[in-house]
Nanobody, 127 residues
């Protein structure tokens, strides 16, 4: 599975951005796709995830109510609509695929569960 993330950029606080992640190669409707982010000098952290089959979504508390994850099955593309952005949202955002997801919802947030990763896209929020 190859993942291509795009849509990052520079935005003022309070603004919006939409990230995209296009998947190609051997994809499956059983996959879980997720977004993680890594700020400078910090560890990578979970942002949001979506089950490709069924569409259940999961969010980090820090982004609930501001970010929305979605997918377009026909395009094999996942999106992250980010609104009310804050300077602390500044990070490199990565998309990832869990190709063999466990039927345990708490696993959706675990970085170690994801098998394929795309290159990140930089999001910078100015104050």
């Amino acid at each position: 599975v190859q993942l291509q993330a795009s849509g990052g950029g520079l935005v003022q606080a309070g603004g919006s951005l939409r990230l995209s992640c296009a998947a190609s190669g051997r994809t499956s409707s059983s996959y879980v796709m997720g977004w993680f982010r890594q700020a400078s000098r910090k560890e990578r952290e979970f942002v949001a995830a979506i089950e490709w089959n069924g569409g259940n979504t999961y969010y980090a508390d820090s982004v609930k109510g501001r970010f929305t994850i979605s997918r377009d099955n026909a395009k094999n593309t996942m999106y992250l609509q980010m609104s009310s952005l804050k300077p602390e949202d500044t990070a490199v955002y990565y998309c990832a695929v869990d190709a063999a997801p466990l039927p345990i919802e708490t696993m959706r947030t675990r970085e170690s569960m994801y098998d394929y990763w795309g290159r990140g896209t930089q999001v910078t929020v100015s104050s």
